[in-house]
């Protein structure tokens, strides 16, 4: 089995299950959503199957289950496919969430039709591109599956969104576009300064290359500036917050959560590995940029009135702490990045369906038309504060690892900066806490007008989730819950997984780390930099026979 081509059958299937559901008669649209489902399962699994029969950890190969053919040898293009540690979690953390957003998204789009059987082909073609994009070992694939990403997340917001859907859908693509096509100067660039041949732009020929100090500082500011955007950075942060608000649900997770890895990933894979001296020279700015990122994302999510902008806000944060850690240059830090990429992806999926369950169900995005739902929903409401905690890193919960090690590695080399980051761990607590309390504390919520009759107040709720201002509070929360159902059978199948991989990897990181600590290690070596080693000042070292 060690022969098969893995990555290329991990894509082959979804594409293939969003063309069935593409060409579907109209009569049997209905069957879009159990096709995409199941072409989502089968390629998780086909992925389990593929890292525990074809992955090996603690191997010194810099890349496996590698694909190499040619493809425009003319141009020095390759399909050229393999995974390290880095992106296989990310890849593995993609086919979760994949099917995880496409059940959460079941209701979405209406039953029938050409809408119904499109949202969820996109949704199935998003995934193949966020694998490609995590295996390509060749930098020009790399930017083809950078660009193809675009178009399907451009029509989910734009034709399936909410309000101001084709504002943020635009302001995304240009964002994104701009970025990409400054990229693209510079993949050209580092082509030219590479050995060409058939095999010009793979990523094992372009490491090492002596460039000179201005074209490589130049080169890194072009990848680095698009990977910003991806990732995002502040200031290049604006769409964020507009598209997360205007998507679904699932499309925003999806969004956030994976798509949004290919910056700091890119950040990792090329700027690093790529352009080392450059990166080393650029440290200071990218570092302040990271701080920025985490005090400004925080400090904006603690005033937001939108659920979906709140937790947008937060991602702006917590990019940053990954940006940290990648830019720390040691083995803890880098090891504690990495590892907060998929962390952070389950976290952040868990905040965004959640609120999606409450939209809805309320029918608003607006924090302030919400208040004592734990009384009505209280398993929607734990799930939402486990996430929350989460997002905080809670100890005992993944994030909490990942956040740890960041701060421990960053600060031998990055005290002061480190200093601040924390600061961006109290201002978490504030945002995530004042989201449960004004959301989920208090008395029931009270909308309509006045009267008497109970009935009639369970009459009305019956269609909206409202309830009557003149009933006692024990009879508001009754009615309401009559009306509003907790989480369904479907939304628990929905949110198990999110809360176990926070949970699990929270007690038990150590697989993943293990998984993670070799690319790592190599990237270091490639940049030429080590951890910090205290040393021992000469008059205090210890005899070797003394018992003390």
């Known amino acids: 089995m060690n022969d098969l081509p893995w990555l290329s ?9 969003a063309a069935v559901v593409a060409v579907l008669p109209s009569s049997s649209a209905a069957l879009a959503r159990p096709i995409a489902l199941g072409s989502a399962l089968v390629t998780l699994v086909l992925g389990i199957i593929a890292t525990a029969t074809s992955f090996t950890r603690g191997s010194t190969e810099q890349f496996q289950m590698v694909e190499q053919h040619e493809w425009i040898p003319q141009l020095g293009v390759s399909y050229s496919l393999g995974v390290d540690g880095i992106s296989l979690a990310l890849i593995l953390m993609a086919l979760v969430l994949v099917p995880v957003c496409i059940l959460a998204a079941w209701d979405d789009a209406p039953e029938g039709g050409a809408w119904h059987k499109g949202y969820f082909a996109l949704l199935l073609v998003l995934l193949p591109f966020m694998i490609g994009v995590f295996a390509a070992t060749d930098v020009f694939l790399f930017y083809v599956f950078f660009e193809a990403m675009l178009i399907p997340v451009y029509f989910l917001i734009g034709m399936y969104g909410g309000a101001h859907r084709q504002a943020a859908a635009v302001k995304f693509l240009i964002f994104s576009l701009t970025g990409g096509l400054i990229m693209l100067v510079g993949v050209i660039a580092l082509y030219l300064q590479g050995p060409g041949g058939p095999d010009g732009f793979l990523v094992a020929n372009l490491t090492g290359l002596e460039i000179g100090g201005s074209t490589e500082r130049w080169l890194f500011i072009a990848f680095f500036i698009a990977f910003a955007v991806k990732a995002p950075m502040w200031p290049v942060h604006t769409w ?3 598209a997360a608000a205007a998507s679904r649900p699932a499309v925003a997770t999806l969004l956030v959560g994976v798509l949004d890895k290919v910056g ?4 990792v894979r090329f700027c690093l590995q790529l352009f080392p001296e450059a990166s080393l020279w650029a440290t200071p700015v990218v570092v302040t940029l990271a701080v920025v990122s985490i005090l400004y994302g925080a400090i904006l999510a603690i005033g937001q009135r939108d659920m979906m ?7 702006v944060s917590h990019f940053g702490f990954i940006v940290l850690g990648i830019f720390a240059f040691t083995s803890v830090a880098q090891v504690g990045a990495n590892f907060y990429m998929v962390n952070h992806g389950f976290a952040t999926a868990g905040l965004f369906l959640v609120a999606g369950m409450l939209i809805a169900r309320r029918g ?3 924090i302030e038309a919400y208040g004592g739902w734990q009384r009505v929903t209280p398993v929607l409401a734990g799930v939402f504060l486990l996430s929350g905690l989460a997002t905080l890193s809670l100890p005992g919960l993944s994030t909490f690892v990942s956040e740890f090690l960041v701060i421990a590695g960053a600060w031998p080399r990055e005290p002061v900066a480190t200093a601040f980051a924390v600061l961006g761990v109290v201002l978490a607590a504030i945002y995530v806490l004042l989201f449960y309390k004004r959301v989920f504390t208090g008395p029931p919520p009270v909308v309509g007008t006045a009267g008497t009759d109970a009935q009639e107040a369970t009459d009305e709720a019956s269609e909206l989730p409202f309830v009557r201002a003149d009933l006692d509070e024990g009879r508001r929360a009754g009615v309401l819950a009559a009306a509003v159902p907790d989480l369904g059978w479907r939304e628990k199948v929905v949110v198990a997984p999110i809360v176990v991989a926070l949970v699990v990897l929270g007690f038990f990181p150590g697989p993943a780390l293990e998984v993670l600590n070799p690319a790592v290690e190599r990237t270091l070596e490639i940049v030429g930099v080590g951890d910090t080693i205290p040393t021992v000042p000469a008059g205090l070292q210890l005899d070797s026979g003394s018992d003390h």
């Open 9 to 17: 059958l991990l894509m082959v299937v979804p594409l293939t299950g």
């Open 240 to 242: 964020l917050p507009d």
């Open 264 to 267: 700091t990933y890119g950040m």
């Open 309 to 315: 902008r709140l937790i947008a806000f937060t991602s």
């Open 364 to 366: 608003s995005q607006d």
